[in-house]
């Protein structure tokens, strides 16, 4: 149970839709049951993109901005239509699936891209909701080793080129897994263009230790791209289009010669090493979450010496972590593997750190439920290993425990109102600008100030044709110091339009409004470049209520994501 | 002792009986051989095989790939006893679970420098079942989960469990189960995900779990007997709907402030080992809900943690015909328990395998129960033992101890039901003893030949029959022999299967039949006894029976 702090993913999960550093109308912690006249409702129909039938037994999920627990559902009926009853206001995303189909949000252009969040307000209810399911693609075909022989237990994954923090990368988004014959089938994939990735290890389990008596080289199966190859470079792309179904995609394995890390493992925090501590190989420059351990192998010894075989060049990260009596102990090492063995890995398990915390607020102290906050590390340096987080107590103090050592930036969630954070403080160092720093050691408290007299800009968007731009993305960024990505804030149009951006710390800014934006564009520098003549100057006072009228900047204008033929 | 000596030219010199408690720099084995296949006699290509030693917690586990002519090699073994068994598409899985002699798992022993040659595994060609799943429109349904369940002990009960992972449906609805061994099967679908839709007249339905052909009962399922090879076509299932409920509530700490962001589950209260598991996720403001509920009677299980402390939610709720909106699942401190394990006999290296926990009858999927490690000192705290009954479950201790006493303050918690219900208190004290008896000895067939992958049983004297932790299994290694350590004083009978189904010596009826070729042995302390055992052959085990229900 205490690993449950860091949910290690094994499919990687895509950050589509919702940008996670957004600003989403936080609910107020303990609220009373909406009132029957408040409740809302939504409905609308499901049709076929192509032929505009409607769709019957389409399953519709609505779930609430922010929010990731309860959902409401149903299915649509013969005609295509559904309703959703009984909702409490505020704002949600809509999607619906069907087999046959791509699974679509509402709003979107895309699966990652936003959905357009649906605004409703108390006693609202919405008629007209129409969705447009496209039919699916279908890619089907068999993966076979380098005699021409079926493999089982292959892991396919279709890939796309998607945009993190400014950095292109190919991205997994559906996947399937070969069975006796070999043969794979990923369906419901959204017309595109689309690379197949096919990886597999011989060995059954990475904790299992080779021990073949042969004189030969180290050789495994690596990380191969259809048609056969394993360099991303040489990869070749299939289309799909609605209704399709490409078969014949078949991939052939590429083996490669592998070589092996050895070193120990030393217990940094007393004598003798931990049971079982497993030495994980993982990608070092992998953006989105989710894991894909390259490699592992057990420490089997007292004297902590571990083997890593079947390795394959590349640059990786060497993750060890333990766990007892609630504490953890880890460490992380950068290694560059290249075609030579690699020994002498010196890794020094060291305890996590505990972090003791505060938050007090700077101004009246009403209205603050800190029970219903929570404290959040985002890592900027090493990515797939989760997000370490703690509830905050009614007295306003959080303890974080167990935070590997690394960089990372500090975000407040379930703030209310215009409540932003005005300061952090590690000691006697500043943590809001600079981020906090772990990798030299921490020590002190963490002290956030937060206050309630941030500002708040409203507004709507329009296109060209002054229509309004729902599932637009608004970018607040701050005038100076683009750098301090705490500053920034996002958030995406309802269905009128509209937007509203609460809790901003009082400064200068620039408002923009995308049709599409990627995920942590705005930490790119380079993003805003082009468009900076497009913002609009918005400047924000202590518990200023400004507003603002947005024209989108279409798609087709901004940069970086035309290659890979979205 | 008859026959014993015929074996000593076979066995190597250097047989050390007395494991040292840290094996020095041992020389190193190795073992050679080749992968056939059981129905052509070829060998088999490229065969994934794994070498996993037994007899010791932690034990080593190796592999290596077959070559093009099927031959494998494995060198720089640690001595000791393992278990090698081969895989390769297209040929049966090892079915964890069929104990005993499974003929595609050997038992090996290897003495310190000892080099094996010549073993030859064998793989059963694989039996398929394929099919498709379709809604009551004769629609295809993606992202159905087919299982396929066998009747296997657990518990010394006889009990419909999953054999094999369930493979999900395609858009066609298409599913293909593969990699089976020979054997009595059922299957069953259900939906991935909860999900249920508004019933006409109010209410919900939703998918329910159907056995092949089309029924929600267990009993009504057929039968499906799968010989060696055989590929079952067009096993198509009509997913069943059926009325659900929704069952909603919030997660509240002791004083009714929510809590957000955690893991709920809804178990049935009073089976063991259900299929059947609803899954939540509580919201900010506390709120979960489950979908796709039948009627029966339930818990809510919840789990959290604060400042190192954990909280644990239990709350039974009956389901019928409506929906329930307004459960308040409350946490409550958990229970601490503080214990030790004490040794008698020889000191033990060390604690740091050992882990002691109370096992929840009730809530045994979930893993409600609460364990702890062992620390240097052999004391350990059971944490987070929330109000109900519990077994007590202690493991990895070496082979050769046996837990000879458990006590919460005066009260015998090695065999009986421990009962928390209003509480936990007390200290558990652990008794582990070096001085159990040992049995070691060789089965032989009707011809007086040692008999390899042999299931050697024994069995505790009638008063006893209940206590499931005295029973010990072990296979016969590549000589015959076998040897079973850590045996707690008192009557036993010994038996030699060839084949049997691991677990089935628990159960009373099963046993019966055999009770006259059990050879009976008195263990006191330290005592070391041996045996010969005649092998009771495949043909004479009972079969199967069709149905328990019928």
């Given at each position: 149970m205490s690993l449950a702090r860091f949910a290690f993913l094994a499919v990687p999960v895509l950050l589509t839709a919702q940008q996670p550093v957004g600003v989403a109308p936080q609910p107020p912690a303990n609220p009373q049951p909406t009132k029957p006249e408040d409740l809302c409702s939504v409905e609308g129909q499901v049709l076929n993109a192509l032929t505009g039938e409607p769709l019957k037994k389409a399953r519709i999920t609505m779930s609430k901005d922010g929010d990731s627990g309860t959902e409401h559902g149903t299915a649509t009926d013969a005609g295509g239509r559904f309703m959703v009853p009984d909702l409490d206001p505020g704002r949600y995303y809509l999607s619906a699936n069907r087999n046959g189909f791509a699974p679509a949000q509402y709003g979107a252009r895309g699966s990652n891209r936003a959905g357009t969040p649906i605004s409703l307000t108390a006693g609202q209810h919405t008629r007209d909701i129409v969705l447009r399911l496209t039919p699916h693609g279908v890619i089907a075909g068999r993966v076979l080793d380098e005699d021409g022989e079926p493999v089982?237990?292959?892991?396919?994954?279709?890939?796309?080129?998607?945009?993190?923090?400014?950095?292109?990368?190919?991205?997994?988004?559906?996947?399937?897994?070969?069975?006796?014959?070999?043969?794979?089938?990923?369906?419901?994939?959204?017309?595109?263009?689309?690379?197949?990735?096919?990886?597999?290890?011989?060995?059954?389990?990475?904790?299992?230790?080779?021990?073949?008596?042969?004189?030969?080289?180290?050789?495994?199966?690596?990380?191969?791209?259809?048609?056969?190859?394993?360099?991303?470079?040489?990869?070749?792309?299939?289309?799909?289009?609605?209704?399709?179904?490409?078969?014949?995609?078949?991939?052939?394995?590429?083996?490669?010669?592998?070589?092996?890390?050895?070193?120990?493992?030393?217990?940094?925090?007393?004598?003798?090493?931990?049971?079982?501590?497993?030495?994980?190989?993982?990608?070092?420059?992998?953006?989105?979450?989710?894991?894909?351990?390259?490699?592992?192998?057990?420490?089997?010894?007292?004297?902590?010496?571990?083997?890593?075989?079947?390795?394959?060049?590349?640059?990786?990260?060497?993750?060890?972590?333990?766990?007892?009596?609630?504490?953890?102990?880890?460490?992380?090492?950068?290694?560059?593997?290249?075609?030579?063995?690699?020994?002498?890995?010196?890794?020094?398990?060291?305890?996590?750190?505990?972090?003791?915390?505060?938050?007090?607020?700077?101004?009246?102290?009403?209205?603050?439920?800190?029970?219903?906050?929570?404290?959040?590390?985002?890592?900027?340096?090493?990515?797939?290993?989760?997000?370490?987080?703690?509830?905050?107590?009614?007295?306003?103090?959080?303890?974080?425990?167990?935070?590997?050592?690394?960089?990372?930036?500090?975000?407040?969630?379930?703030?209310?109102?215009?409540?932003?954070?005005?300061?952090?403080?590690?000691?006697?160092?500043?943590?809001?600008?600079?981020?906090?720093?772990?990798?030299?050691?921490?020590?002190?408290?963490?002290?956030?100030?937060?206050?309630?007299?941030?500002?708040?800009?409203?507004?709507?968007?329009?296109?060209?044709?002054?229509?309004?731009?729902?599932?637009?993305?608004?970018?607040?960024?701050?005038?100076?110091?683009?750098?301090?990505?705490?500053?920034?804030?996002?958030?995406?149009?309802?269905?009128?339009g509209h937007f509203s951006i609460k809790g901003v710390a009082p400064g200068g800014y620039k408002l923009f409004a995308f049709e599409q934006m990627d995920w942590g564009a705005y930490q790119d520098p380079e993003f805003l470049k082009p468009h900076e003549d497009k913002g609009e100057a918005v400047a924000i006072r202590e518990s200023s209520h400004e507003t603002a009228q947005l024209k989108v900047i279409p798609a087709e204008a901004a940069p970086a994501t035309k290659k890979d033929g979205n | 002792m008859r026959g014993i000596h015929i074996l000593t030219a076979l066995i190597p010199a250097a047989m050390n009986a007395q494991q040292p408690a840290q094996p020095p720099k041992a020389e190193a084995c190795s073992i050679e051989g080749q992968v056939v296949s059981t129905a052509t006699g070829e060998p088999l290509p490229k065969a994934s095989i794994q070498l996993m030693q037994i007899g010791k917690p932690r034990g080593e586990w190796y592999t290596t790939t077959a070559t093009a002519g099927g031959r494998f090699a494995l060198q720089d073994i640690e001595p000791g006893k393992y278990r090698l068994q081969a895989t390769k598409t297209g040929y049966a899985q090892l079915q964890f679970g069929v104990g005993g002699a499974s003929r595609q798992v050997t038992s090996l022993s290897l003495d310190p420098g000892q080099h094996l040659r010549d073993v030859v595994l064998r793989l059963v060609p694989q039996a398929v079942i394929t099919g498709r799943v379709v809604d009551e429109d004769g629609e295809p349904m993606p992202h159905v989960s087919v299982e396929v369940l066998r009747y296997r002990y657990m518990a010394g009960k006889r009990q419909l469990l999953p054999s094999s992972g369930g493979m999900g449906t395609n858009d066609l609805g298409e599913y293909r189960v593969f990699g089976l061994a020979a054997g009595r099967y059922y299957l069953a679908a259900r939906p991935q995900t909860d999900m249920d839709t508004p019933y006409q007249s109010g209410g919900w339905q939703s998918y329910a779990r159907t056995y092949y052909p089309g029924t929600s009962d267990p009993a009504g399922a057929t039968a499906l007997d799968v010989s060696p090879g055989a590929r079952l076509r067009g096993l198509d299932f009509t997913l069943m709907k059926t009325r659900s409920v929704r069952v909603r509530g919030r997660l509240v700490r002791a004083g009714g402030r929510p809590i957000q962001n955690q893991e709920v589950r809804l178990l049935p209260r009073d089976e063991s080992f259900s299929l059947s598991e609803w899954w939540s996720f509580a919201d900010q403001q506390g709120v979960f809900q489950f979908r796709g509920v039948t009627p029966g009677a339930y818990s809510v299980l919840a789990e959290w943690s604060e400042d190192g402390k954990w909280y644990s939610a239990r709350q039974p709720v009956d389901v019928r015909e409506n929906d329930i909106s307004n459960l308040v699942v409350e946490f409550s401190p958990g229970a601490e328990l503080k214990g030790q394990v004490r040794v008698e006999g020889r000191p033990l290296a060390s604690f740091s395998d050992i882990h002691v926990g109370l096992q929840s009858d009730a809530a045994f999927r979930f893993g409600g129960g609460a364990f702890g490690a062992v620390k240097r000192d052999g004391s350990f705290t059971l944490s987070n033992i929330g109000p109900d009954r519990y077994r007590l479950n202690a493991f990895g201790s070496p082979e050769d101890y046996y837990i000879k006493s458990a006590l919460v303050g005066d009260k015998e918690a090695l065999d009986s039901l421990l009962d928390f219900t209003q509480g936990a208190s007390g200290t558990l004290d652990i008794l582990l003893s070096s001085n159990g008896g040992q049995v070691e000895g060789v089965v032989l067939n009707a011809a007086e030949q040692p008999v390899t992958g042999a299931a050697v049983v024994l069995v505790p004297d009638e008063p006893r029959r209940a206590q499931t932790r005295l029973y010990k299994d072990v296979s016969t290694d590549q000589y015959g022999r076998f040897n079973i350590k850590g045996i707690a004083p008192g009557g036993y009978k010994l038996f030699a299967w060839e084949e049997v189904e691991s677990g089935a010596y628990q159960d009373p009826d099963f046993l019966k039949a055999f009770e006259a070729l059990g050879e009976r042995k008195a263990i006191r302390e330290g005592s070391r006894e041996s045996a010969q055992l005649k092998l009771i052959p495949a043909e004479n085990k009972k079969p199967a029976p069709a149905n328990p229900a019928r």
């Open positions: 089982e237990r292959v892991q396919v994954s279709t890939m796309r080129y998607q945009s993190f923090r400014g950095k292109r990368q190919l991205a997994p988004q559906g996947w399937g897994v070969t069975d006796d014959l070999g043969e794979y089938r990923i369906f419901g994939l959204e017309p595109g263009k689309y690379y197949l990735s096919a990886r597999y290890q011989q060995r059954n389990f990475m904790a299992a230790e080779d021990r073949t008596a042969s004189g030969k080289p180290d050789e495994d199966y690596v990380p191969t791209y259809y048609p056969g190859t394993n360099d991303p470079a040489g990869a070749v792309s299939v289309a799909v289009t609605a209704g399709s179904v490409l078969g014949g995609t078949d991939i052939t394995l590429r083996k490669a010669r592998t070589v092996r890390v050895r070193g120990r493992v030393a217990n940094g925090a007393g004598e003798g090493l931990p049971n079982n501590v497993m030495v994980q190989l993982m990608p070092r420059e992998q953006l989105y979450f989710g894991l894909f351990a390259h490699q592992a192998a057990r420490v089997r010894k007292q004297d902590g010496t571990f083997e890593l075989r079947g390795v394959t060049p590349g640059s990786y990260m060497l993750v060890a972590q333990w766990w007892e009596e609630g504490k953890g102990s880890s460490v992380r090492q950068p290694v560059d593997v290249g075609s030579n063995n690699i020994d002498n890995v010196s890794l020094l398990l060291t305890p996590g750190v505990e972090l003791k915390g505060q938050i007090h607020v700077e101004g009246p102290p009403g209205g603050v439920q800190f029970d219903s906050l929570n404290v959040s590390l985002e890592p900027q340096g090493f990515l797939p290993m989760g997000q370490p987080n703690a509830s905050v107590k009614q007295d306003g103090s959080f303890t974080l425990e167990n935070v590997p050592a690394d960089t990372y930036r500090i975000t407040v969630n379930g703030l209310t109102e215009n409540f932003y954070v005005k300061a952090i403080r590690m000691g006697d160092a500043d943590a809001l600008d600079t981020g906090l720093d772990l990798t030299r050691g921490g020590s002190g408290a963490l002290e956030i100030a937060i206050t309630p007299n941030g500002g708040q800009v409203d507004g709507a968007v329009q296109k060209e044709d002054s229509k309004p731009a729902g599932g637009a993305s608004v970018l607040l960024a701050p005038d100076s110091n683009r750098q301090q990505f705490s500053l920034f804030k996002t958030t995406t149009t309802d269905q009128y | -």
